[in-house]
């Protein structure tokens, strides 16, 4: 064990997600001091919050709070906190309350939802990057079954039994998968005057197949898997417009017009408030949705004391494709960011980043998904075994999340799921 | 399976806590037809939730959806709906948005806190009755560590760490508990700043000993469990007045404060409005707590057709003690309302309601509680195990709850606690 000096290399990591989880992981126990800040006192397991709006998992199921995962590497201190500003020049980073400064600074903001300029449209059709989204979500989806068994205008009926769903990324793709197999199996047996199969699930995406960063071939089992769970792909699709019960978009030619009570956004994505804050006290650039251009040894350019990782740094691969916003792209990334840190103070060499590509899998409903890994792509149980192993396997790495295990194993045998209360309501 | 049809005696459920939900499972494919309202879509374990607040247990642990509960029983349907009034000369009950007839109701909407009329005290030290409530207070709680992390003033310091919890009834004791454990174990190794074995837990009673409505002999054992655990009890402790950080109290001589960042309330109770309702149209009499006073047959005097049962109804055994407020009571009257309307249906008699005692028991921290089975009362680690078998039993009646059974034996193994997520943020 390290106990942390007070002259000793100060590490600021801002940000609990896999970049700067793994970097404080990779620090532990190391000759420095890290201070480690995240607004939530929890790291969250983002890939399977759609299971929590599904009423599949809990919360506490995905997530762990950080000072427990840290609690034995003495030299890195938690701060539940806002990040507000920096000064690279001093090496102060700002928060709500306080200052802290550096003399590393790791930034691991990640992104957050992105309407496009159509900011009203946000709580018309929410997005799934927090808990508390997760529960909102959860709470929409289940009230729209309880108004629908109560309903009795027609039009009224079909708007409470239509859910869309805007994007058919993998967030997408599982919500939709998920929402299937809660109209198809877990509730069939739950309510009197509607019948939970009658339920649309509408897929939309802008793209001409589901998704889009997948092998073609995947893709098509994707939407195969999906249509035999009652949900309706329509691809070629570019929202034009959202209001209350109503989603409007186009095919390029036609406008069309959905009556649907729930609306759920997976579509874009734009980089946290702290990377302009960054580009303002840097100069450094900005892609077109506000991710921080990094160099190779993904520093700042100029400040070789500020790293950006995870879904907030924009670079690309040796062929000139982006890195995509996935988790193994940001756990590699924290990791490095560790090393080049450690190798400095021993005055040794660090190579360029390079991302190592293990492939990756989405899941649909309770026993396919798709799985790409390079030459090796398939789809059915055997993904769906594949995508389970590996999603346990890192809760595992955390915490006990063995409840997990044998939470899926027990939804798995009787098709239920216990977790779909619906709360956060307002008295 | 018994279908229902629309000809049938009609009985409605109020509340689907243990009074409410035994009814209508005793209700369930008989020859009646039943609604069974609730405001919520779950069945809540309450005796758990101090669990869900110090952060060993999620909320779908101890909830349960009611429609999930009842699905295999065709002739119960579900309403997720607030009963605002009732006409019992027309056999009506009037929902916020709607209205439904019966031919027998039974009310069973329970009680909520009571602050002996002081409404301020309400907000600064919650109780603990609802899923929203149990979160709340979790976040408060670790809210409080995270601040005192931070804190340099020393007197703020030492309110951060003060946790005060006013009477110590069962839900009293039980939170006291998991607080010392939580300060004595859990937490031990999360911060580098506070010793949290520093944080003071304080438990107000007004009466001279802890679990008062115990044999002696407990609440001396449950007692001593506690300052094992680091629980300051003060008994005879009369509360006046809850401020922001202040708690003032009286000894019956002089008047102490204590400052403390976290205060919760475990005193009051007091029936749900509904009962007040019921006065109104039917002229019966309540109890000083609000709680309504059934016959021998838990009906309200003059109407046949009304029961009201579990914590709402007031009825005191033949020995004149009042019924207790607990489960197994409620549980009781359930079973015996719906005996009730079946026996009449067929034209026969009914013998008045008798409570059988099966006894009463409270957890204290990690391994230790206390059980009065009448003549056998014991504490220590054969009571713990005791109050989890039927804990666990109770839960698994109605779910998979299995998967509580596993998160306790981890957190019992590693003393770990993995749902303390601060949620609920308002961003």
């Keep these: ?35 480690f800040i995240d607004r939530r006192n929890y790291h969250l397991f983002q890939p399977l919050l759609y299971q929590v709006a599904t009423g599949g998992l809990s919360p506490a199921d995905i997530a762990t709070p950080l000072r427990a995962i840290v609690s034995r590497l003495k030299n890195i201190r938690v701060l539940q906190a806002d990040v507000t500003d920096l000064d690279p020049s001093q090496q102060i980073v700002y928060l709500k309350d306080g200052q802290v400064s550096y003399d590393s600074l ?11 300029g159509h900011d009203t449209w946000a709580p018309l059709a929410p997005g799934l990057k927090t808990i508390e989204g997760a529960l ?6 289940f009230s729209a079954f309880e108004r629908a068994e109560t309903e009795e205008d027609t039009e009224r009926l079909n708007a409470e039994m239509t859910f869309v769903i805007i994007g058919a990324g993998p967030t997408g793709v599982e919500l939709a998968g998920a929402l299937g197999e809660l109209a198809h199996h877990t509730l069939i047996n739950d309510f009197r005057h509607i019948n939970t199969r009658d339920v649309k699930i509408l897929l939309l995406e802008g793209a001409d197949r589901v998704l889009p960063p997948y092998p073609p071939v995947l893709s098509e089992r994707a939407a195969k898997s999906l249509d035999k769970l009652g949900v309706t792909v329509i691809t070629g699709a570019k929202v034009t417009d959202i209001e209350d019960h109503i989603i409007t978009y186009t095919d390029g030619e036609h406008t069309h017009q959905i009556q649907a009570a729930t609306a759920i956004w997976a ?7 702290l990377a302009h804050v960054l ?31 995870g879904d907030l740094a924009y670079r690309e691969d040796p062929a000139g494709t982006p890195l995509p916003g996935i988790c193994p792209v940001a756990m590699q990334q924290g990791g490095h960011a560790a090393k080049l840190i450690l190798n400095r103070l021993k005055g040794k060499p660090t190579k360029a980043f ?29 993904a769906w075994l594949t995508w389970i192993f590996i999603h346990i396997a890192y809760l595992i790495e955390f915490d006990n999340k063995l409840v997990v295990l044998v939470r899926w194993a027990w939804n798995y045998l009787t098709k239920k799921k216990g977790a779909r209360l619906i709360t956060n309501r307002i008295e």
């Design 106 to 116: 790791i930034i691991a903001a990640g992104v957050t939802h992105h309407y496009f």
């Design 1 to 35: 064990m390290h106990l942390p000096e007070d002259g000793e290399h100060h590490v600021v990591i801002v940000g609990g997600g896999f970049g700067g989880l793994y970097a404080a992981k990779a620090l532990g126990n190391k000759p420095v001091r890290v201070t």
């Design 136 to 141: 909102d979500l959860r709470q929409r989806i």
């Design 279 to 309: 580009a303002e006290r840097t100069g450094v650039a900005l892609d077109v949705f506000g991710r921080v251009k990094v160099t190779e040894h993904l520093t700042v350019p100029g400040q070789t004391d500020i790293l950006v990782i």
């Design 354 to 382: 390079r991302y190592f590509d293990k492939g990756s899998m989405a899941v649909i409903g309770r026993h396919a998904a798709v799985v790409n890994l390079g030459r090796l792509k398939f789809g059915g149980f055997p």
């Design 267 to 273: 579509a874009g994505m734009k980089a946290s408030a």
